[in-house]
């Protein structure tokens, strides 16, 4: 039997839903809209076009959209400058500075400089330090958002194998950490594991984020377990055209798996919505607005 499909497209709009609708609430309550500031150096199109994506999103959440355009030239100095000036900006709940950044600027400088209760990114070491040992902070919005499928498909993820392959920043550590913090068993494998098929075949939960198309194969599954594919790559497709996968051979693996996720049409839509839900968190923090518990 086929694996179930999780439909990270579906939750991700039951979740904007609801920021939107707490976001009118704090409007109300706060008189201002919570806002959002992207910071975007240079003239990359994918992060020019990811950039446009999170600013209508927000808008279309009810909130604050302010999108900072700096030259490529722009030196690390002038960039942690404008970083400054939005931490003491009281209308700027979140900040977010599109990475990657042009090579002459130093991007854990930036990161560390920007305020960890407007972090909506989830990168400052602060905020890493938090997730480390128990804290409330910021989450990276993928890692986090990759929790959320989990929990709404698996329930209870208390004594769970999971393995994550990939130990970056940005996914792999936190996920691993947020993993950990459901008191699941988890492991975290890398190019360097050894075995790594027969490491990943004991996993209840697979999350895989290394960025190798259809990397992950059925025969490295566990029938039944959940399997989350974070990789997004291009490959050819032939005449010309291409496609996008993950780092999971979706065709083979939903044969044994018991839930996975789609590529595209699993997590990438999370990413974003977990943006706006961290922006609303900050939000209400910075203008000291509680937030019921429970709501996102």
């Not at 240079?42 to 355009?69: C, F, H, L, N, Q």
């Not at 040992?133 to 929790?147: D, K, Q, R, S, W």
């Amino acid at each position: 039997m086929s694996a179930a499909i999780i439909d990270g497209k579906a939750f991700a709009e039951g979740l904007r839903a609801r920021v939107g609708t707490l976001a009118a609430d704090f409007t109300a309550r706060a008189g201002r809209q919570p806002g959002l500031t992207v910071v975007l150096v240079g003239e990359d199109p994918a992060s020019a076009v990811y950039v446009r994506s999170k600013g209508k999103a927000t808008e279309a959440a009810g909130m604050k959209s302010d999108t900072i355009r700096l030259p490529a030239e722009t030196s690390e100095a002038e960039l942690l400058d404008v970083v400054r000036k939005l931490n003491a900006d009281g209308t700027v709940d979140g900040i977010l500075v599109q990475l990657p950044l042009p090579k002459h600027i130093n991007e854990n400088a930036v990161i560390a400089t920007i305020d960890p209760n407007k972090d909506v990114d989830g990168f400052h070491p602060v905020n890493a330090g938090r997730l480390a040992t128990g804290l409330n902070g910021f989450v990276p919005c993928t890692p986090l958002g990759c929790l959320m499928l989990l929990k709404d498909r698996l329930g209870d993820l208390a004594g769970k194998e999971a393995v994550v392959i990939g130990r970056s920043n940005i996914v792999g550590k936190p996920m691993a950490q947020l993993l950990l913090g459901e008191s699941c068993t988890v492991t975290i494998a890398h190019s360097k594991t050894k075995d790594l098929p027969n490491v990943v075949r004991r996993a209840d939960i697979v999350v895989a984020a290394v960025g190798r198309p259809e990397m992950v194969k059925a025969d490295w599954i566990k029938p039944g377990a959940a399997v989350i594919d974070v990789g997004i790559n291009r490959i050819d497709a032939g005449e010309g055209k291409t496609r996008l996968v993950g780092d999971v051979a979706f065709d083979e693996v939903k044969e044994v798996a018991g839930a996975i996720t789609p590529v595209p049409g699993g997590v990438g839509p999370m990413t974003i919505a977990v943006l706006l839900r961290n922006t609303l968190v900050a939000a209400h923090r910075n203008a000291d607005v509680p937030l019921a518990k429970g709501t996102i």
